[in-house]
């Protein structure tokens, strides 16, 4: 039986894009984007370009035709067939660019309308789909792109992946959700897969149930970043695996069934959440499922940030995955095909797409492992990437977005090498830019992240930065502080030497920049801001 929009009854308390959304369900804008194929850009109406976004398109920067297109790849698997054909839609109608995302998505940017019907096709081909990869739904399922290799995982969560994946893909049940909606799970025990800034995250847990202890998740609900963000609650359940779907399906009908729809920037369910507490919240979603047992033993003992970058064994005995570092996760389409090639050569054709915007080459036989590492690909796709460039991550900026309000993609390339010739670390520091407030490059668990903004200065409106320190997710999760004083993006290199080189001076042996923040404090590096920007004054 479908399930009654109640919502609908008070219409005059909805927001323009839910009463547009009551007139037409998101998914209804796959037909017509067949008969725009024929009829052109221009033939259509600006409701729907916005509902595009549940075909998982936008229009791209600037406005003049082209869109942008995500790929579902949920927990970031793919093969060989899989990356050959987003290989192929990137070259013949992309321009050859493909963008790893912060959420193990495959980005496109250029496309045309008129090229939509045979990319649907490319890749309902190979089992991939860009449908609801956007959209006020639910997105592409993140998780740990290691499931089923990981020396660190307590079991192989690839299949409770695809049963999330099938519930809620293309199902009208929740394609009318108040907001965007993100779900993660990940049985690794250094947390892989973010559950802290997810809509509603699984865990590894265990706990001890008639005598016998099962391997299951705990839950956590009410995550996420943008403007306002907020670190999920951890609920007092305890999951079995075989129930993630129904408590899954009773979290996301509660999210839909009451979640906030008269402003769209409090629609989202961190904020329903945060009004209710964690409690209230329990108790509706034991109304659904039924009674569920109390929270067990958490099994995360740390955050590894989503890192996978070197030659690491898996858990199969005799096998290897390799770690790729993608620079701010953008490569061409010939490279992604060449990665194709080289996991079917060396391995059985899997690979994996990473949170970090990287990718990893797995189930290699460990004596083919150094002949892989002598690859030509792998000179600048590497396992063994310069410093900063390993750990510095991007959104895509106003290169392409509309929201963005600086450059971010190529700056941030650049900025990693040159900090990589400046300063030599033995800690690794994780550097974060996002083009706009609403954060798709996850600036808020960076050791460092960067905000772009724009300043009126005497020569007009200049691109800058806010810089924010101390970010973290697993065990002590806390979002970074933001530092006073705005900087001018030409400053930004100055300015980075500097509050690193302060690090790199002053920190203790063996401690990392986390440990540096919390031991001297945001004000020890205000001082440092500070007297850098005086001199940036002085020197003008």
């Known amino acids: 039986m479908p399930y009654q929009a109640t919502w609908a009854k008070t219409p005059e308390k909805l927001n323009k894009t839910e009463l547009l959304k009551l007139e037409k369900d998101g998914l209804d804008?796959?037909?017509?984007?067949?008969?725009?194929?024929?009829?052109?850009?221009?033939?259509?109406?600006?409701?729907?370009?916005?509902?595009?976004?549940?075909?998982?398109?936008?229009?791209?920067?600037?406005?003049?035709?082209?869109?942008?297109?995500?790929?579902?790849?949920?927990?970031?698997?793919?093969?060989?067939?899989?990356?050959?054909?987003?290989?192929?839609?990137?070259?013949?109608?992309?321009?050859?660019?493909?963008?790893?995302?912060?959420?193990?998505?495959?980005?496109?940017?250029?496309?045309?309308?008129?090229?939509?019907?045979?990319?649907?096709?490319?890749?309902?081909?190979?089992?991939?789909?860009?449908?609801?990869?956007?959209?006020?739904?639910?997105?592409?399922?993140?998780?740990?792109?290691?499931?089923?290799?990981?020396?660190?995982?307590?079991?192989?969560t690839t299949p409770y992946v695809k049963q999330l994946s099938d519930t809620f893909l293309l199902n009208r049940d929740f394609s009318n959700l108040p907001r965007k909606y993100k779900i993660s799970i990940s049985a690794s025990i250094y947390n892989s897969a973010h559950a802290e800034i997810n809509d509603l995250a699984f865990t590894p847990a265990v706990k001890v149930i008639d005598g016998q202890e099962v391997a299951g998740f705990h839950v956590w609900v009410g995550g996420g970043l943008s403007a306002k963000p907020y670190l999920a609650k951890q609920l007092d359940i305890f999951v079995v695996p075989e129930r993630v779907v129904d408590v899954a399906v009773a979290v996301t009908s509660i999210f839909r069934d009451y979640g906030y729809r008269e402003k769209r920037h409090n629609a989202r369910l961190k904020y329903l959440v945060a009004d209710w507490g964690p409690e209230k919240f329990q108790e509706k979603l034991v109304e659904l499922t039924g009674e569920l047992p109390s929270r067990g033993e958490d099994k995360i003992i740390g955050w590894n940030a989503g890192y996978f970058t070197?030659?690491?064994?898996?858990?199969?005995?005799?096998?290897?995955?390799?770690?790729?570092?993608?620079?701010?996760?953008?490569?061409?389409?010939?490279?992604?095909?060449?990665?194709?090639?080289?996991?079917?050569?060396?391995?059985?054709?899997?690979?994996?797409?990473?949170?970090?915007?990287?990718?990893?080459?797995?189930?290699?036989?460990?004596?083919?492992?150094?002949?892989?590492?002598?690859?030509?690909?792998?000179?600048?796709?590497?396992?063994?990437?310069?410093?900063?460039t390993a750990f510095a991550v991007s959104c895509t900026g106003t290169e392409f977005c509309n929201l963005a309000l600086v450059e971010t993609k190529e700056r941030m390339r650049w900025l990693a090498e040159y900090l990589d010739q400046e300063i030599e670390l033995d800690e690794p520091i994780r550097l974060h830019m996002v083009g706009c407030p609403n954060s798709c490059g996850q600036r808020q668990i960076a050791d460092i992240g960067l905000q772009g903004s724009l300043v009126k200065t005497g020569d007009g409106m200049k691109e800058a930065f806010d810089i924010y320190i101390g970010g973290t997710l697993g065990p002590n999760a806390r979002f970074n502080e933001k530092l006073s004083g705005r900087i001018l993006a030409d400053d930004l290199p100055r300015v980075l030497v500097a509050l690193i080189g302060f690090f790199k001076e002053t920190k203790e042996r063996g401690e990392?920049?986390?440990?540096?923040?919390?031991?001297?404090?945001?004000?020890?590096?205000?001082?440092?801001?500070?007297?850098?920007?005086a001199q940036l004054a002085d020197a003008r």
Not at 53 to 64: F, S
Not at 82 to 96: E, K, S, T
């Open 29 to 156: 804008i796959i037909e017509d984007i067949y008969r725009y194929a024929k009829t052109g850009y221009e033939s259509i109406p600006e409701d729907d370009k916005s509902l595009f976004k549940w075909a998982g398109i936008y229009e791209q920067r600037p406005k003049d035709g082209h869109f942008m297109m995500r790929v579902r790849i949920p927990s970031g698997r793919l093969n060989s067939d899989q990356a050959r054909a987003l290989a192929g839609i990137a070259r013949d109608y992309g321009r050859d660019l493909v963008d790893i995302t912060t959420r193990q998505a495959v980005q496109f940017h250029w496309l045309r309308v008129e090229q939509f019907p045979d990319i649907f096709d490319r890749l309902a081909k190979v089992d991939l789909s860009s449908f609801e990869a956007c959209g006020d739904c639910p997105r592409t399922i993140v998780g740990n792109p290691l499931a089923g290799i990981d020396p660190h995982e307590l079991f192989d």
């Open 310 to 388: 070197g030659v690491h064994q898996q858990k199969q005995p005799g096998l290897s995955y390799v770690g790729l570092c993608v620079p701010v996760g953008r490569l061409s389409g010939t490279e992604l095909e060449e990665l194709a090639r080289l996991a079917d050569v060396y391995g059985d054709g899997s690979l994996r797409t990473c949170n970090t915007q990287n990718i990893v080459i797995a189930n290699i036989p460990n004596e083919k492992v150094e002949a892989l590492l002598q690859e030509k690909l792998l000179e600048r796709i590497t396992p063994y990437p310069k410093h900063f």
């Open 512 to 533: 990392s920049f986390l440990q540096f923040v919390q031991r001297v404090g945001t004000a020890a590096f205000q001082e440092q801001l500070d007297a850098v920007l």
